[in-house]
């Protein structure tokens, strides 16, 4: 059972919005930054977005990032069928000492 | 541009142990600004974090509670790499083993990923 609880999966049509969230404590998300990092099946997991609401470069502007005390959501907008893939939420919990994710959210675009 | 290359066996007998090495080009392991990190994910499971080492004017490894006691994650400075060690490994233990590099609060680089299956 994971640290930061995230729902299994999200669906959506192409060209919708989607909002997957990320639930923790004060003892994580609380009092920390959070990233967020895309997976696709069989590939090493991708830097979304980083500092809760900051996307690296390469990054289009359609995935955003934003925190609010103990929950962080990662929105998509205007979905693409190159979206699918698993979503990972992380950060640093100050209680254990250790680096905790999400159970990771699998998004189908129908 | 940093990159990591990961080694190691990709079957291990129960009860034998795990040895995975990481090896960093285009940064160093003795970096006072990053930590170097060991990731598994079981199959279709999320992500779990096993431990990390880094250098702050001396050595610090800190380990999850789930492997605590069976884990020992070291550095090679010659080599310039970070290993891991998880002894006492059951069928459970199988899973796709990450390094990573966290720098900045998040992870900024992963290795390629090595699948480690416990069988006899």
């Known amino acids: 059972q994971s640290v930061l609880t995230q729902p299994p999966s999200v669906s959506a049509a192409p060209g919708q919005k989607i909002t997957i969230s990320c639930s923790g404590s004060?003892?994580?998300?609380?009092?920390?930054?959070v990233s967020w990092y895309q997976q696709f099946p069989g590939a090493v997991p991708r830097l979304l977005i980083y500092?809760?609401?900051k996307r690296p470069s390469g990054i289009p502007d359609r995935f955003s990032g934003s925190k609010s005390g103990t929950s962080a959501t990662l929105a998509i907008t205007g979905l693409q069928t190159g979206d699918e893939a698993d979503y990972h939420c992380?950060?640093?919990?100050?209680?254990?000492?250790?680096?905790?994710f999400g159970g990771g959210t699998k998004l189908t675009v129908l | 541009q940093v990159q990591l290359q990961q080694s190691g066996p990709g079957l291990v007998k129960p009860s034998q142990t795990l040895s995975l090495t990481c090896a960093i080009s285009?940064?160093?392991?003795?970096?006072?600004?990053?930590?170097w990190n060991w990731v598994r994910q079981s199959p279709g499971g999320g992500l779990e974090w096993l431990g990390r080492?880094?250098?702050?004017?001396?050595?610090?490894?800190e380990y999850a509670v789930s492997v605590k006691g069976r884990i020992t994650i070291n550095s090679d400075t010659s080599k310039n790499q970070f290993s891991l060690h998880l002894n006492s490994v059951t069928p459970e233990d199988s899973a796709v083993y990450y390094c990573?590099?966290?720098?900045?609060?998040?992870?900024?680089?992963w290795g390629q990923g090595t699948l480690v299956t416990v069988s006899s």
């Open positions: 080492t880094y250098y702050r004017s001396k050595w610090y490894s």
């Open positions: 500092d809760n609401d």
């Open positions: 990573a590099k966290v720098a900045d609060r998040y992870f900024q680089q």
């Open positions: 992380a950060t640093w919990d100050r209680s254990l000492t250790a680096q905790v």
């Open positions: 285009g940064d160093s392991v003795s970096s006072k600004s990053a930590a």
């Open positions: 004060n003892s994580n998300i609380g009092n920390d930054y």
